[in-house]
């Protein structure tokens, strides 16, 4: 097993942000946790009774869980402070607010913002292979498959032209016999982002294998503006990728507002992508980055999609705040109180996990390329 990094070889934002978490945020029981600058977390009356009857396990994941997102609304992504301007709003308020963050919104479309995005992408949509043919709904539909979604398709509008002319040669189609590519459009909606997808599709590996992120802190008409020039370039290269970012201008107080997906292979043409940016774009861009991401730039912070993870779609950002939240529910475990103890029992955590802080953007074993 890998050793602990040693506290000393951490970067300083790191060595703050760690060192600030060990001397502020406290378990107070199993269903309580305190941050002096916002309150508790707490579940209250029946509600806590009802939880004491549960195995141990299920306790510990609904404290972890409530750690990690406190840690990735106030450390990774600086969401909650942010949030607050000039006057600070109650502090219980203000966690419940922001529980359950990976990427959400709690706010509304704005549409005219939204319609914005959607004009500066300059994307056409791109072709999703492995739609299973189901066969023919009447002469100009086609009924097509993937997984458990099924869609009744226009061939002409939506199948490529050399699948299309496969497909129209087949007298008798059995169904699943042949699979075609399918058009989608240029973009998806998920959880406060807008999505555009690249004219060559999404990056396509072995699971999370070998992608990578680039995070954005950018104002939103930045956002605007960032979303043109690199759904342009990115598409004239054929570059595949999808780009995220806050459908609703209100919400760029976080420090990952957007964030680019790529495989590792393209790195080099992403990166001199994104030293042409105009310097009208780059002036919308902020300090600083998301916690344990690699700064490139200000406003720019790099990070491999994790290998190993806690749980199926857990995020780069969640990855890490969970390791945390098991080094302080550990030290807790072991009435481990002092800020030293807890600090050491989070970083044997990320031992366990692969995670060299000296690179916490990377994962066990990779090269730092970047």
């Given at each position: 097993?890998?050793?602990p990094?040693?506290?000393?070889?951490?970067?300083?934002?790191?060595q703050?942000?760690?060192q600030?978490l060990?001397?502020?945020?406290?378990?107070?029981?199993?269903?309580?946790?305190?941050?002096?600058?916002?309150?508790?977390?707490?579940?209250v009356?029946?509600v806590?009774?009802?939880f004491?009857?549960?195995?141990?396990t299920?306790?510990?994941?609904?404290?972890?869980?409530?750690?990690?997102n406190?840690i990735?609304?106030?450390?990774?992504?600086?969401?909650i402070?942010?949030s607050?301007?000039?006057?600070?709003?109650?502090?219980?308020?203000?966690?419940?607010?922001y529980?359950?963050?990976?990427?959400?919104?709690?706010?509304?479309?704005?549409t005219?913002?939204?319609?914005?995005?959607?004009q500066?992408?300059?994307?056409?949509?791109?072709?999703?292979?492995?739609?299973?043919?189901?066969g023919?709904?009447?002469?100009?539909?086609?009924?097509?498959k993937?997984?458990?979604?099924?869609?009744?398709v226009?061939?002409e509008?939506y199948?490529h032209?050399?699948?299309?002319?496969?497909?129209l040669?087949?007298?008798?189609?059995?169904?699943?016999?042949?699979?075609?590519?399918?058009?989608?459009?240029?973009?998806r909606?998920?959880n406060?982002?807008?999505?555009?997808?690249g004219?060559?599709?999404?990056?396509?590996?072995?699971?999370s294998?070998?992608?990578?992120r680039?995070?954005?802190?950018?104002?939103?008409?930045?956002?605007?503006m960032?979303?043109?020039?690199?759904?342009?370039n990115?598409?004239?290269?054929?570059?595949?990728?999808?780009?995220?970012?806050?459908y609703?201008p209100?919400d760029?107080?976080?420090?990952d507002?957007?964030?680019?997906y790529?495989h590792?292979?393209?790195?080099?043409?992403?990166?001199?992508?994104?030293?042409?940016?105009?310097?009208a774009?780059?002036?919308?861009?902020?300090?600083?980055?998301?916690?344990?991401t690699?700064?490139l730039?200000?406003?720019?912070?790099?990070?491999?999609?994790p290998?190993?993870?806690?749980?199926?779609?857990?995020?780069?950002g969640?990855?890490?705040c969970?390791?945390?939240?098991?080094?302080?529910?550990?030290?807790?475990r072991?009435?481990?109180?002092s800020?030293?103890?807890?600090?050491?029992r989070?970083?044997?955590?990320?031992?366990?996990?692969?995670?060299?802080?000296?690179?916490?953007?990377?994962n066990?074993?990779?090269?730092?390329r970047y």
């Open positions: 097993m890998m050793q990094v040693p506290f000393s070889a951490l970067s300083s934002n790191l703050d942000a760690l600030h060990v001397e502020n945020i406290h378990i107070e029981s199993a269903f309580c946790i305190h941050h002096p600058d916002y309150g508790k977390v707490e579940l009356g029946g806590a009774e009802r004491q009857q549960l195995p141990q299920l306790q510990d994941q609904y404290l972890i869980l409530q750690l990690q406190l990735y609304s106030v450390y990774y992504n600086g969401l402070n942010n607050q301007n000039s006057s600070k709003p109650d502090s219980e308020t203000l966690i419940q607010r529980q359950d963050l990976e990427n959400n919104t709690l706010l509304g479309v704005d005219q913002f939204y319609d914005r995005l959607h500066h992408n300059t994307g056409i949509g791109y072709f999703d292979p492995g739609w299973a043919v189901m023919w709904e009447d002469a100009q539909t086609l009924i097509v993937k997984r458990d979604i099924t869609l009744h226009d061939p509008r199948l032209p050399e699948s299309r002319a496969g497909i040669a087949v007298t008798e189609l059995v169904p699943e016999k042949y699979a075609v590519p399918v058009l989608m459009p240029k973009n909606v998920q406060g982002f807008y999505i555009a997808v004219n060559a599709g999404m990056q396509q590996t072995n699971g294998s070998g992608i990578v680039i995070y954005f802190n950018i104002t939103g008409e930045g956002a605007v960032l979303m043109q020039q690199l759904t342009k990115l598409n004239q290269q054929m570059i595949p990728f999808s780009f995220k970012v806050l609703n209100s760029y107080k976080r420090y507002a957007g964030v680019l790529f590792q292979r393209d790195y080099g043409a992403i990166w001199s992508i994104l030293q042409s940016i105009d310097a774009t780059r002036s919308q861009f902020r300090s600083p980055v998301p916690l344990f690699k700064p730039a200000p406003g720019l912070g790099l990070a491999e999609e290998d190993r993870k806690f749980a199926g779609e857990e995020s780069f969640m990855h890490r969970r390791a945390i939240a098991q080094g302080l529910l550990a030290a807790h072991q009435a481990e109180a800020p030293q103890h807890r600090l050491q989070i970083l044997q955590q990320f031992a366990e996990s692969g995670v060299d802080l000296r690179y916490p953007y990377l066990s074993g990779s090269i730092d």
